[in-house]
């Protein structure tokens, strides 16, 4: 370690040689000539000034809350604007960001959000994401935790790593939070709960460290089974369709196949009752008929007898393909008409004349 | 050349202010030690402060909560699963004075709060199950949830934790605050910040649970089949009972009509039973066709005028 005087020594020497180079270029200054210390002075005086006038103020932006020390010892915080202080590093200027809403991510990482689209880191980062779940199956949870720095003063001087902290909260609430449900149920419904629960969680516990930083929301992103695990899930959705498939089609048949057997039911009553309409009034109409002709018949029956069976016969022999006589008593059957289509018409005649 | 003594005493006098103020932040707690010794009482408001100089130096220690954060360490539970445990927790330096005589500074606090959370962590964990671990005292199981899933899970106990996850953080706190001897620190909170298998009873688990999965769309598939079968079922049950029940109608309809028909003709019929009789034969000999050979005797009704009419006429015709 250098004496005091050494280091004034190597001071002085130094700003001879500078003094020398000036004077090199305001006119010709050997060694031997006196030192300028009104210069030094005047130079010392200025830098003085520049320190005080830029060590004064400070500026805080609409977004931030400066907390201002004074030897060490917190003497107030001020709003955005400029600001005056003391100069020389007396007074010391801390810049919170209290306005803006931060975010910490688990389980991924944002890249660049500033283009058309938000990039994010290729690597996962599975020890952050992966948990147990209550039924002990492994899930893979990426959420986000928005919060804003409420006091700066508790920020900064009542935890050291706020932040870091509320990374170490996020991932045990989280784990709580999932590890108390069923794995299915954290995958599908329980999800706004969780984000509530492990927003209320995490809060009480930042309260409890009383570190001014205020839980905004906790928001999950991907809740997915491991990626060993992915296509079993899938081949799960693919059977629910299926089985969705396979009553549909079912049902599709039954509803072509039943109303078109009601439709084949009621035609076949229908017709039935047609035949039955048919059947009584055949039923009528021959026994009106009947009817009609026996009250006739009782008038006059021998003549109207011996009428209609002529009249038969009249009709029946002509049409009849052969007619034979017997007679009681001689060999065989005599034939009377054995010429088809000539001699009826014989028997006609002589039945007309 | 007077002013470089001057200049030489405003040197000495800056030194020696600045031996012996010191500046205490808002965010620390200070000591005050000479030769080694602690002197006076604990620094605790933040400004400037005053020391002899030279001979006395100051110890500043933080005043805010502190974090501390455990190694990854693989431990058994009771049910003989490895799990990989990483454990946080919150510290505060509450008695400078004792601190600094047992552990001087952080990183000695630090490696004492290792070994004795290491060891609790390791005890705690190694005698409970992992369901314990896990779950907290406010679990329940949603029964519909595990009714869609219908899965037998032998393997996993779904009954309520004895103690749960805050509690056994509870213990920890507790067990590691009995160990920790005086070293004017207090623990505000141990938490399990992690939990998960070693990566061979992972692939393991994975593996359980593709299972799993496909025995779940197996039992999809099924069900599907099932109640694809039931409807088709049914609707041959529906169309069995519609159409014989048309068949029934149309019989009891036709029957009824021909009921109703035998009446009307036995009604009129039966008025004179022996003329229908003829009646109806004389209709039903006009039914006779052409491939019909009809035999009459000669001494029928029909022939008896036909004799007498030949005798009548001349043999020409």
């Known amino acids: 370690m250098s004496s005091p005087n050494e280091v004034l020594d190597d001071l002085l020497a130094r700003v001879r040689g500078g003094g020398g180079n000036r004077g090199g270029r305001a006119g010709p200054a050997g060694p031997g000539q006196p030192i300028p210390w009104q210069w030094i002075a005047s130079g010392v005086l200025a830098l003085l000034l520049l320190w005080t006038a830029t060590s004064s103020y400070y500026t805080v932006q609409p977004e931030e809350r400066a907390v201002i020390k004074r030897f060490g010892a917190v003497i107030g915080t001020s709003d955005p604007g400029l600001h005056f202080k003391l100069p020389f590093g007396i007074d010391d200027v801390q810049l919170v960001k209290t306005e803006r809403v931060l975010k910490q991510e688990f389980g991924f990482r944002t890249l660049n959000s500033a283009g058309r689209r938000t990039e994010y880191a290729a690597d996962a980062l599975p020890d952050e994401s992966l948990m147990l779940s209550g039924d002990l199956n492994i899930i893979d949870v990426q959420w986000v935790v928005q919060y804003r720095i409420e006091d700066p003063m508790k920020y900064l001087y009542h935890q050291r790593d706020p932040e870091d902290t509320l990374r170490d909260i996020s991932e045990s609430v989280m784990r709580r939070a999932v590890g108390n449900r069923l794995g299915s149920e954290v995958l599908t419904t329980a999800r706004v709960e969780i984000s509530d629960l492990a927003q209320a969680e995490t809060q009480e516990a930042m309260d409890k460290y009383d570190n001014g930083i205020k839980v905004l929301t906790v928001e999950l992103q991907d809740v997915l089974p491991p990626k060993a695990v992915q296509p079993a899930f899938n081949e799960v959705n693919e059977a629910r369709q299926e089985r969705e498939r396979m009553i549909n089609e079912a049902t599709k048949q039954a509803n072509q196949e039943i109303p078109k057997a009601k439709g084949e039911a009621n035609r076949a009553i229908a017709e039935s009752e047609g035949y039955a309409t048919e059947r009584v009034n055949q039923a009528r109409g021959e026994t009106a008929r009947f009817a009609s002709i026996l009250a006739e018949y009782r008038s006059a029956p021998d003549v109207t007898r011996t009428r209609m069976y002529l009249e038969t016969m009249n009709k029946v022999i002509p049409s009849v393909g052969a007619v034979y006589v017997t007679q009681d008593g001689k060999t065989g059957p005599i034939p009377l008409l054995n010429l088809q289509g000539r001699l009826p018409a014989a028997v006609t005649n002589s039945e007309g004349r | ?317």
């Open chain 2, 1 to 317: 050349m007077l002013r470089i003594p001057l200049l030489i005493a405003a040197f000495l006098l800056l030194l020696l202010l600045r031996s012996s103020v010191f500046v205490i932040d808002q965010a620390e707690q200070g000591i005050i030690v000479q030769f080694g010794e602690p002197i006076g009482a604990v620094i605790t408001t933040p400004g400037l402060h005053w020391k002899t100089p030279f001979i006395q130096e100051v110890r500043r220690f933080d005043k805010r909560l502190l974090p501390w954060d455990g190694d990854v360490s693989q431990v058994p539970t009771l049910g003989r699963e490895f799990v990989l445990v990483d454990t946080t927790a919150r510290f505060r330096i509450k008695d400078p004075l004792q601190f600094l005589r047992s552990v001087r500074d952080e990183a000695g606090a630090r490696s004492r709060i290792d070994d004795i959370l290491d060891s609790v962590v390791r005890d705690i964990i190694s005698g409970t199950n992992l369901e314990e671990i896990v779950r907290s005292r406010d679990w329940k199981v949603d029964a519909k949830v595990l009714e869609e899933e219908a899965l037998p899970r032998d393997d996993v106990d779904l009954g309520r934790p004895k103690k749960g996850r805050a509690l056994l953080e509870k213990e920890m706190l507790a067990a590691v605050t009995k160990q920790m001897p005086a070293l004017g620190i207090e623990l505000v909170d141990v938490r399990i910040k992690r939990i998960n298998y070693i990566d061979s009873v992972r692939r393991q688990v994975e593996s359980r649970m593709i299972s799993e999965r496909q025995s779940i769309a197996e039992r999809f598939r099924a069900e599907g089949q099932g109640r694809s079968q039931e409807i088709l079922g049914q609707m041959e049950r529906e169309l069995r009972s519609i159409r014989s029940e048309a068949e029934r109608k149309a019989a009891e309809i036709r029957g009824k009509a021909d009921g109703q028909a035998t009446r009307i003709y036995g009604d009129t019929y039966g008025a004179d039973p022996e003329f229908y009789a003829f009646f109806r034969t004389l209709e039903s000999y006009g039914a006779m066709g052409a491939n019909t050979t009809l035999m009459l005797g000669a001494d029928s009704e029909y022939f008896r005028y036909l004799e007498s009419t030949r005798r009548r006429g001349s043999a020409g015709h």
